[in-house]
Structure formats: structure tokens, C-alpha cells
């Protein structure tokens, strides 16, 4: 469809305005409610051949509205051709229509006039030729809105009297207008009338307006901001104006994360408000201070360089009567928020931190309790202190960082704000007299946190390497528990994070070694890990081949991770592409830090010398494919052709060096080696030798040979021989 912003004939233009008055929508369910209006506008006018310029849609706590500018008043349909039945069943031997072909038409509105027979590969079918047609869009609007209102999906929905619709809040007007026409219809068992509603949340009164113009003055008069977006940007600006105004800054920490957003869907009508708070609670961690405002009084905090000040700012719904009062009803809440965190911070700090008794606290009915945990990341801190090569004092630092983890779950204020976990254990750590590794290691066990998410660790990564440690043991150990008792993700679901669990390993390795903070020594072995687990519940007792075979599924879901990781190194170089993944994840994959190195290895290789070795891959993996191979090494005295001999000659100088380079992990120089060294000796072998002779013994040794060449590559790095490149010069070439 085109959309056309101009009339033609009588279907003169205008814009179309939906508004759907409801109760407070839930600010968490406005931004999808939006979007759905939006695109659901769009779909059914295309869909109806409805010419329109464009479509947007907006919201507040108390209206979702769709704007279709420049909708065409009539429904241009273009010419059709519909197939219909067979030739054998629209007409019986007579020739006269079947009840199946005038049922066909009656259901199209065609008649016979309008049919032809076409002729196909699967015989002759009737077709309805349908001719364009026209009709005035306000006849087709009442049924389309309906439409759009009912498919309208909120996470939790409501009915709210005898009729069936149901929707997140009640919905309590409807206005509909085509430029200054109402369109009637109804929706949510209400009648669309002319009327909007504005004012105060508790006192709204009904405007009449009698075009889509007018309804956008009301709004603008009523002090509404009906744009949800230039709602935002006008809070933020506020907010930042009334910081300054106090000598400070709002808090970074609360716009970036959620706030900002939240009060943009809690409002329609935004005053910005300022206010004090006692100054003896800013001896309270900031962590503690952001979230009792963002939690309880979601109002914003003031700083001035990396400290906090006294203050804060508040958004409000509409201008209060008298802002001497609110101020004083918001200060009076926020202190009394801020003297039970001062009460949880005293009460959870007379304790040493550790003492707690973490038997009561349940990980999972089938995993144990926290405490449980605990020892099962004691134990695996042996394996990555190994190989990580920590001395002794690191190692026991990651122990005691382990044996601390969880303890912070049974403080109070852990209790009241759950998204502090980690920050207040670093804090309870460091004020009970243990060693800041140990406290960092503590908070940074729940990183990478995602941008978007709740919290001060909000777009967080580790920064430390008893952290990074850590983050990885207690993810792994919820990964693998999981795993091993029957759960893992499906599709979309996942309640128990453990996508993000395992994509947060695949980034903390990751990020390691993207800052450079990377050495021989810093591996992350699959395999020696896994075996470590499988030695702890749930794994105790289960069959051996069961065990394995979880451990494959772990090594396979952590590997897939590869291809949703981001691979920028600060705009450096873009990230792999998907064949280049395949490519080394179709190798064998014991250590996740070496398969980053192969991909970033690969990646340095030149087109040329890359495209040398697939070839290489390519050819031999041809000829080995649906082959018998049973004979597992090359016995150099069946080398009869001096192709042969020179191949073999060609692996056997360069085995050698090749592995070696393998195992240094320069997999750039491997791959040009590789390349260069059987490229051309290659193709002089297919041009002049043939593999699969019917002496079985020649041929099976033969096909060692190109078994052995190819795997000297592909067990240590790579399979090659499905890449992109291969492909466009097969094209190129054809």
C-alpha cells in the first residue's frame, strides 16, 4: 500500500484520534502499551488499504492515544484475483456451479460473471476477479478501533464489570474522532462520545472537543503533555534546573537507571518540587540513601562531585495548592524512610559479618540452601585458583570471598531492598574488618548486571579479578545445579536466569581479556571445572553417562552464548561474524578463554591466506565425507604417487611447528602456515591421484592422509569449510 496524504474524489483527508481513558495504568506497562497502539494502528489500516502519512502513538497514566495522520477518507481496494476450487469441484458433469463454487462466491461477494478458469501446474482452478473499489472509511473505522482496543496485551489484565473485555485498568471513555466527525463505535463496553477528560486524578472533568486540533489545544490548556518523550526530556530538564538551583547535580545513578523513566509514566501533568533531608543520614552508604528515595518516595537525589547533598527533588502529578505543605509531607516521609534504613544499617552491623547461619535461607527445594552453595563455591575456587595461577594469599582470599557471598541475604537491609545484595555484603565486609579484595569481590559476584536493570549494579561489569573470579564460580554452580535437576531455559522462558548467567560468564571472561588484563595462565577449562561440579549435589549418585551428558549441555549453552556476546573493543574492530563462530565452535571447545582466542586470531588472518586454508578443509573434508575410514594412521609405505609422498612430507615437517604455534595460542600465524603449506600440494594431489581406488588398502590410506591434514587444524582450532568466503568464490567463479 502507498500511503497517500493527499484526497482523491470525495475521500478527503484528515487525522484519525483514538483516545482511550482508562484508571492509573501501571507506569511499567506504558511504553508496550504505546508501541502496540502504535503498530496496531499501522497494521489494520494497511491491512484495509487505508492511505495514511504516518502513525503515532502516545501515553500518560490516565490515556493511550493513536494519531493516523492524513488518513484518507475512503477505502481504495485494488483490483483482486482470488483463487477459488478446482475446476472438478466448482462445476459437477453438467457444468452447472457446485454448491462449493457459489459458497466460494457468496463468502468473496462475487458472482459468476466475475470468474475464470486459469490453468496451473496442479490443473485448472476458478478465479474471482474482483475490480477495484471504493468506500467511505467511516464505515469501516467503528469495526477497526474495536479491533484495535481488544488486541491491546498488558502483563496482567482486569474485568471490571459484566462485560467480557478485559484490559489492564478499567477503561472509562472512549473518543474517536476523524477530524471534526465522531466515528461511533464501542470498545471496553463503552461508547465512544466527544468528550475528553482533564484535570486533576481525583477531580477529572469532562472537555467536549469537536476536532482532532481542538482535543490537542485542551490537552495543551489542561497543562497535560500527552508526548511521552518530550514529557521525559521536559522532567529531566527541570530536574537538572532545580539541582543547580540547590548547588549540585541530580544523581547520574538514578536517571540512568529507571527513575527518569518511571516518573515519565506516572505523570501527565509534571511539577518539579525540591526538599531537605536530615544531613546525619548521609553517613549512610549512597547505595542505601539512592535506593530508599528511588524505592520508597521515587524522588531524585542531589550530588555535588561524588557526594551526596541533603537534598532531593520530586515529581509531581499536576501543581499542588500549596508546595510549602507537600514539601513538608515528602520531607517528613523521606526522613522517616531514611531513620529505618539508619535503623536496619545499626542493627545489621552489631553482628560480624559471616556469623549468620545461612542453613534456613533456600537456594532451590532440589539445590539446598545458601549455605550449601557456599561450600560448593569453596570447592570449585580450587579449581579456577589453579588455573589462574594465584598464590597462596589470593587463593584464600577467594575462599574467604566465597564463604562470605550470601551472608548479606539475611540482613535487614538486604531484606527490605533485595536489589542491594552484594553492595551491602561489601559494606558489612569492610566494616567488620575484612580485606577490600575480599569486600569488592563480595558486590562484584552479581555483575555484569544488565543496562536496564534495577540497582546500583545497573550496567555494571567486574572490575577486579577475585570478583571476576567469583561472579563466574556462583554462576557456573546455578548454571550446572539447574541443569543437572531437569531446568533450563525454553524460548522465552527463563525464571531463572540462567541466560543471563551464562551469558554474564561468557562476558566476564570476556572482559578480561578485552582490557588487556589477560595471561598464559588465565584459562577457564570446561572440563576441569565440570569435573570439579560433578563431584557436589545434585550430581552425587547420578549415573556417569547422565552426569557427562549435562555437562555437554552446559558446554553447549555456554558456547552459544558466543554468538549474543558484544565484541567491540572500544569501536576497534566489529564483532565476528556468525560463520566465523561456527567455524571454530565446530572444533573441539575445552577452554572458553582459548576459544576467544582462536576467533580473535582468525580475525586478524587475511582474506587471502584464509580463503587457502578452507580450501584446504574444504577438499578434504569433500573426499572424507560418507567414507569408511577405518584405518586410523598413515603408513608411509603404501605412498606410491609423488603427490602423496610430497604431502606427507609437507605434514610431517610441519606437524610440528604448527602445534606448537597451536598451543601458544597464535592461531593468525597457524592459519597462514597451514594455508601456505598444503594449498597447492593439495590440488596437485586431486589432480593427479585418485583417493577412492578399489585397492582398499591404498585407498584407506589415502583417506588417513587427508584425515591427518584436516584434523591437524580442526582439533586444534577450527573447521573452515563452511565459510561465507568459500561460498562467494564458488560464485565468483562459477
Not at 247 to 254: I, V
Amino acid at each position: 500500500m502507498q500511503n497517500r496524504s493527499s484526497a482523491r474524489g470525495s475521500g478527503l483527508a484528515a487525522d484519525l484520534l483514538v483516545e482511550i481513558g482508562t484508571e492509573e495504568l501501571p507506569a511499567a506497562y506504558l511504553p508496550d502499551l504505546i508501541e502496540q497502539l502504535g503498530q496496531g494502528a499501522k497494521a489494520l489500516c494497511e491491512a484495509n488499504h487505508l492511505s495514511f502519512r504516518q502513525v503515532e502513538s502516545f501515553g500518560t497514566p490516565r490515556r493511550l492515544v493513536v494519531l493516523v495522520r492524513g488518513l484518507e477518507g475512503l477505502q481504495r481496494k485494488p483490483a483482486e484475483e482470488i483463487r477459488g476450487p478446482s475446476k472438478q469441484a466448482a462445476y459437477d458433469r453438467e457444468g452447472h456451479p457446485t454448491p462449493a463454487l457459489l459458497g466460494f462466491l457468496k463468502s468473496r461477494g462475487g458472482t459468476l460473471a466475475q470468474t475464470k478458469l486459469v490453468s496451473s501446474e496442479r490443473g485448472e482452478y476458478v478465479y474471482l476477479i474482483m475490480p477495484p473499489a471504493a468506500a467511505p472509511a467511516l464505515a469501516l473505522l467503528p469495526g477497526l478501533v474495536a479491533q484495535l482496543v481488544t488486541a491491546l496485551r498488558a502483563p496482567k489484565t482486569m474485568r471490571w464489570d459484566s462485560n467480557p473485555q478485559r484490559f489492564a485498568r478499567p477503561i472509562r471513555w472512549l473518543l474517536v474522532l476523524h477530524g471534526s466527525k465522531l466515528v461511533r463505535c464501542q470498545a471496553g463496553g463503552l461508547a465512544s462520545g466527544t468528550a475528553t477528560r482533564v484535570g486533576r486524578p481525583m477531580a477529572l472533568r469532562s472537555a467536549r472537543v469537536a476536532s482532532v486540533a481542538q482535543y490537542l489545544q485542551t490537552l495543551e490548556r489542561a497543562g497535560i503533555v500527552l508526548d511521552h518523550h518530550a514529557r521525559r526530556s521536559r522532567i529531566e530538564q527541570e530536574i537538572i534546573q532545580a539541582a543547580k538551583q540547590v548547588g549540585g547535580r541530580p544523581s547520574q545513578e538514578l536517571i540512568r537507571h529507571g527513575l527518569l523513566e518511571e516518573v515519565t509514566f506516572l505523570t501527565e501533568q509534571p511539577t518539579v518540587i525540591t526538599g531537605a533531608f536530615d544531613a546525619k543520614y548521609l553517613t549512610l552508604p549512597n547505595e542505601v540513601l539512592l535506593a530508599s528515595m528511588a524505592k520508597h518516595q521515587r524522588v531524585f537525589a542531589v550530588e555535588t562531585g561524588e557526594r551526596l547533598l541533603p537534598k532531593f527533588i520530586g515529581v509531581l502529578e499536576g501543581k499542588p495548592g500549596s508546595a510549602q505543605s507537600v514539601r513538608a509531607v515528602m520531607e517528613r516521609i523521606l526522613n522517616a524512610r531514611l531513620a529505618d534504613s539508619w535503623l536496619f544499617w545499626e542493627q545489621d552491623r552489631k553482628r560480624p559479618f559471616g556469623e549468620a547461619d545461612l542453613a534456613g535461607v533456600s537456594f532451590h527445594e532440589k539445590l539446598g540452601s545458601m549455605a550449601d552453595k557456599t561450600k560448593r563455591l569453596v570447592l570449585l575456587a580450587d579449581v579456577l585458583a589453579g588455573a589462574w595461577a594465584f598464590t597462596p594469599q589470593d587463593k584464600e582470599a577467594l575462599k574467604r570471598a566465597c564463604r562470605l557471598a550470601k551472608s548479606d541475604l539475611v540482613t535487614t537491609m538486604v531484606k527490605e531492598f533485595p536489589t542491594l545484595q552484594g553492595v551491602m555484603g561489601k559494606h558489612y565486609a569492610l566494616a567488620s574488618g575484612h580485606p577490600p579484595e575480599v569486600a569488592e569481590a563480595i558486590e562484584e559476584q552479581y555483575l555484569p548486571a544488565p543496562s536496564g536493570g534495577p540497582g546500583p549494579a545497573a550496567g555494571r561489569r567486574p572490575r577486579t579479578i577475585l570478583g571476576s573470579a567469583l561472579a563466574i564460580l556462583d554462576k557456573y554452580d546455578t548454571l550446572t545445579g539447574y541443569f543437572a535437576v531437569g531446568i533450563e531455559p525454553t524460548g522465552d522462558q527463563d525464571p531463572f536466569g540462567l541466560r543471563r548467567a551464562a551469558q554474564g560468564i561468557v562476558e566476564t571472561l570476556w572482559e578480561l581479556q578485552r582490557t588487556q588484563r589477560w595471561g598464559a595462565a588465565w584459562r577457564l577449562s570446561l572440563d576441569e571445572l565440570f569435573h570439579a561440579r560433578a563431584m557436589m549435589a545434585p550430581f552425587i549418585g547420578m549415573e556417569p553417562s547422565r552426569a557427562a551428558a549435562v555437562g555437554q549441555r552446559v558446554r553447549r549453552y555456554l558456547l552459544d552464548r558466543l554468538y549474543t556476546l558484544d565484541w567491540s573493543r572500544d569501536g576497534e574492530r566489529a564483532g565476528p561474524p556468525r560463520d566465523l563462530l561456527d567455524a571454530v565452535l565446530s572444533s573441539p571447545c575445552h577452554d572458553l578463554a582459548d576459544v576467544f582466542k582462536r576467533i580473535e586470531g582468525l580475525q586478524q588472518v587475511r582474506p587471502a591466506e584464509l580463503v587457502k586454508a578452507a580450501k584446504v578443509l574444504e577438499r578434504t573434508r569433500n573426499i572424507l565425507k560418507g567414507a569408511a575410514l577405518k584405518q586410523q594412521a598413515v603408513d608411509p609405505s603404501r605412498l606410491q604417487e609423488a603427490p602423496e609422498r610430497r604431502l606427507w612430507e609437507l605434514y610431517t615437517t610441519h606437524r610440528e611447528r604448527l602445534v606448537q604455534l597451536a598451543t601458544e595460542q597464535r592461531y593468525a600465524e597457524v592459519t597462514n602456515q597451514y594455508g601456505e603449506a598444503f594449498y597447492q600440494p593439495l590440488h596437485d594431489f586431486f589432480d593427479k591421484v585418485m583417493v577412492n581406488v578399489p585397492d582398499q588398502a591404498l585407498q584407506q590410506n589415502r583417506l588417513a592422509l587427508m584425515k591427518a591434514i584436516q584434523a591437524l587444524y580442526t582439533e586444534r582450532i577450527a573447521d573452515l569449510s563452511n565459510l561465507v568466503i568459500l561460498q562467494q568464490q564458488r560464485e565468483e567463479t562459477a
